[in-house]
């Protein structure tokens, strides 16, 4: 069974950026799609973004767009999200999961245990 691991997230201001990273233990990791998803109480668990094979072609939650960032490091087993100019609604336990290639929004496999990321007003 594959594990994810994502770490990096923190209590930050808003306007203030943060990265944060997931590293699954995937062999094959560069076979596949990535995507990001977060998560508050009370509410089912949206997509971020996702990243293809190879990262050429990314796809962006409208609130995040043109403000986050997805990479990934297939050197390093990485998958990372870029976060810039932070809002208070940003606010939520962010997770990775592979993602389907012709739904990049639709994770399949289990879930780790995310990262919290807070935002201050």
């Known amino acids: 069974q594959v594990q994810l691991t994502e770490s990096g997230g923190g209590l930050v201001q808003a306007g203030e950026s943060l990265t944060i990273s997931c590293v699954p233990s995937?062999?094959?990791?560069?076979?596949?799609?990535w995507g990001w998803f977060r998560q508050v109480p009370g509410k089912d668990r949206e997509f971020v973004a996702s990243i293809s094979v190879g990262g050429q072609t990314v796809e962006y939650a409208d609130s995040v767009n043109g403000r986050f960032t997805i990479s990934r490091d297939d050197t390093k087993n990485t998958v990372f999200l870029q976060m810039n100019n932070l809002k208070p609604e940003d606010t939520a336990v962010y997770y990775c999961n592979s993602v389907f290639s012709w739904n990049s929004q639709r994770a399949f496999g289990s879930w780790g245990q995310g990262t919290q990321v807070t935002v201050s007003s």
């Open positions: 995937q062999r094959t990791f560069n076979m596949y799609w």
